[in-house]
């Protein structure tokens, strides 16, 4: 069966500092790959998606940056955070039918 | 470009009550789903409706999806307050081999004794 794992679950970052945060998929190939951003508990923007290795589609822009350095990872990064970044970020994977999510991750900038 | 309209965006009722979500969306789309969210939690697949007049139902919920109208409903019967959640529909925008989806902003549905 397919999983998906995203850590870490909390994170509080001073602004300024670094973030990477990393989400990994078990159990299918090639799958399309998404990070989304949830402010104030309402509403999925959509932040990159990746259709493979190496290739990444960035929907806004921003302070962050992703990659996807093997079929199955996908790597959500900042050089320099800001408070706008504060938020919950869900990774999800697609293959066919349905998205399924990975568990989240709570950013607080500080 | 797709559009994607939730209402009510906050739902207050009690239990044993029915109650309807409806989810509106602007272009055609040939999958829409329902998701459930519990507060600080991560998106928990519901329903997966994939043709014009499917209608699924789990529990004390029933989706149902009118493409022609372009309209999904998610129908709550005899509510409980383990329904308590915030339910989101999403809609895939597929472009060749970009899917991805659009998301309403969110149904915050609170179920009283």
């Known amino acids: 069966s397919q999983t998906i794992h995203q850590w870490p679950a909390t994170l509080v970052q001073p602004v300024g500092s670094p973030l990477s945060l990393e989400c990994t998929v078990e159990?299918?190939?090639?799958?399309?790959l998404y990070w989304y951003r949830q402010a104030a508990g309402r509403g999925l923007q959509l932040l990159f998606y990746s259709v493979g290795i190496g290739q990444i589609s960035s929907e806004v822009p921003q302070n962050l940056s992703a990659s996807r350095p093997q079929d199955r990872q996908f790597i959500l990064s900042s050089k320099k955070l800001l408070l706008s970044d504060s938020g919950f970020y869900l990774c999800?994977?697609?293959?066919?039918?349905?998205?399924?999510f990975g568990s989240g991750t709570r950013l607080t900038v500080v | 470009e797709l559009k994607v309209e939730q209402n009510p965006l906050f739902l207050s009722m009690q239990e044993g009550k029915n109650y309807t979500i409806y989810c509106n969306y602007s272009t055609t789309s040939d999958r829409l789903y329902w998701y459930r969210q519990d507060p600080g939690k991560s998106l928990e697949s519901l329903f997966v409706?994939?043709?014009n007049g499917a209608v699924k139902q789990e529990g004390r919920l029933m989706a149902s999806l009118d493409t022609k109208a372009r309209l999904s409903t998610l129908h709550i019967t005899a509510a409980v307050h383990d329904l308590s959640a915030t339910y989101f529909c999403?809609?895939?925008?597929?472009?060749?081999?970009?899917?991805?989806?659009?998301w309403g902003l969110g149904t915050s549905l609170a179920v009283n004794p």
């Open positions: 409706l994939l043709s």
């Open positions: 159990g299918t190939s090639n799958p399309n």
């Open positions: 999403a809609v895939d925008q597929n472009a060749g081999n970009n899917r991805k989806l659009i």
């Open positions: 999800a994977w697609s293959k066919g039918n349905g998205y399924t």
